[in-house]
Nanobody, 117 residues
Framework: QVQLVESGGGLVQPGGSLRLSCAAS??????????MAWYRQAPGNQRELVAA???????NYAGAVKGRFIISRDNAKKQVYLQMNTLKPEDTAVYYC?????????WGKGTLVSVSS
């Protein structure tokens, strides 16, 4: 069973930056075999994909964050990161880390990001 723990959330002013981390454990196979993604859910909204990084390193981003957010992974450390720049109030949400492989999904408990002046 894969366990995921997010960290790095907090309160930031509009235009600021935050870096989220997601640490994975409990895998009996190489972390590099997992596809990883960040999702977010704002109050009253559905959970939505923010960014994903696949096993070969390919990435994709939601249109709302493209050019501002960068997803990356460190397979040796079993971590995935989300660098968030030029944050906007509409980026406020709980951010969740997701891992998947062969149809099996695993989720973290989330970390809150609040963007407000």
């Amino acid at each position: 069973q894969v366990q995921l723990v997010e960290s790095g959330g907090g309160l930031v002013q509009p235009g600021g930056s935050l870096r989220l981390s997601c640490a994975a454990s409990g895998t009996d196979f190489s972390f590099s075999m997992l596809a990883m993604a960040w999702y977010r859910q704002a109050p009253g909204n559905q959970r939505e994909l923010v960014a994903a990084v696949y096993t070969g390193g390919t990435t994709n981003y939601a249109g709302a964050v493209k050019g501002r957010f960068i997803i990356s992974r460190d397979n040796a450390k079993k971590q995935v990161y989300l660098q968030m720049n030029t944050l906007k109030p509409e980026d406020t949400a709980v951010y969740y880390c997701k891992a998947w492989r062969y149809g099996m999904e695993h989720w973290g408990k989330g970390t809150l990001v609040s963007v407000s002046s």
